[in-house]
Each structure stands twice: as structure tokens, then as C-alpha cells.
């Protein structure tokens, strides 16, 4: 069942993403990073510690992947996603007390500029890990 968050955005649920073997992966690669670190370091330092994880896993990765973007074919910026995991996956990294409404925005903004339908917010700076999946927003809505 989908729900509305209160910015009006469509939270998808975790039995409508794909890739679940995969996500289910990173997620467990993640709690182990956690469980290992525990919270109150840099988003830089668990990126760098999942990657290590994700290559003990043999788990595919481009770490800050950059991503040109265009407006009406000309060049207007570029993206920089924390990770792309098997070409598939976005995985945004926060150490932040909450999770705001706009990592949820920039999560699908970067999976829509690399064309794909899933991704994962995780939170390493709560106690427990927080995880989020994110789901492509396919629906037209005028603003």
C-alpha cells in the first residue's frame, strides 16, 4: 500500500522495489559497517568503509560516480551519487540526525538522471542504522 508523506510525495513500499537481493546485500554490508564504526563519524568515513564491505562481498560499485546533466541538450551540471551499486542501485550515504524530505528528492533526482528504479538512504548517524528505500516517482505531476 502506498501512502502520502506530508510534503505530498509518494513513499513507495519495500515489496514494490526491485533488485531486493541486492538491496538486502548493501543493507546487510551497511549494518555491518555500523555495527563495526557505531554512529558520530563522517559520511566520508562509512562510504569508505562500505566499500571495503561491499568488496568483501564481491558486490559490483562506482563510488562518487559523476553524472553530466543536460537541459534541452546543453550541459547545465552534473551530479555526484555516493554510489551506484551494479549499475542498478543508487545508495546515498547520511550521517545526519534526521533524514529530511529533501534527501528523499535528491535520492530520485540522481536515480532519474542514471536511469534507474531503486535506491537506498542509509543513516549512519542513528542508533540503530536507518534505512530507507527509495522508489522512482513515474507518475506526471503538475506543479
Known amino acids: 500500500m502506498n501512502s502520502l508523506s506530508k510534503s505530498g510525495t509518494q513513499e513507495i ?38 566499500c571495503i564491505e561491499l568488496d568483501l562481498r564481491s558486490i559490483r560499485y562506482e563510488r562518487q560516480k559523476l553524472v553530466p546533466l543536460s537541459y534541452r541538450g546543453h550541459p547545465v551540471g552534473e551530479h555526484r551519487l555516493d554510489l551506484l ?6 545508495v546515498e550515504l547520511k550521517a545526519a540526525k534526521t533524514l529530511e524530505d529533501i534527501f528523499f528528492a535528491t535520492t ?13 538512504i542509509l543513516n549512519f548517524a542513528s542508533m540503530p542504522l536507518t534505512i530507507k528505500r527509495v522508489g522512482r516517482e513515474l507518475r506526471n505531476t503538475a506543479s
Open 108 to 120: 530520485r533526482s540522481y536515480m532519474k538522471a542514471v536511469g534507474v528504479e531503486d535506491g537506498l
Open 13 to 50: 513500499r519495500n515489496q514494490e522495489l526491485g533488485h531486493k537481493d541486492l538491496s538486502g546485500q548493501v543493507i546487510a554490508a551497511a549494518i555491518q559497517v555500523h555495527q563495526t564504526l557505531g554512529p558520530g563519524f563522517l559520511e566520508s568515513i562509512y562510504e569508505a568503509a562500505l
Open 85 to 90: 551499486v551494479e549499475g542498478v542501485l543508487v
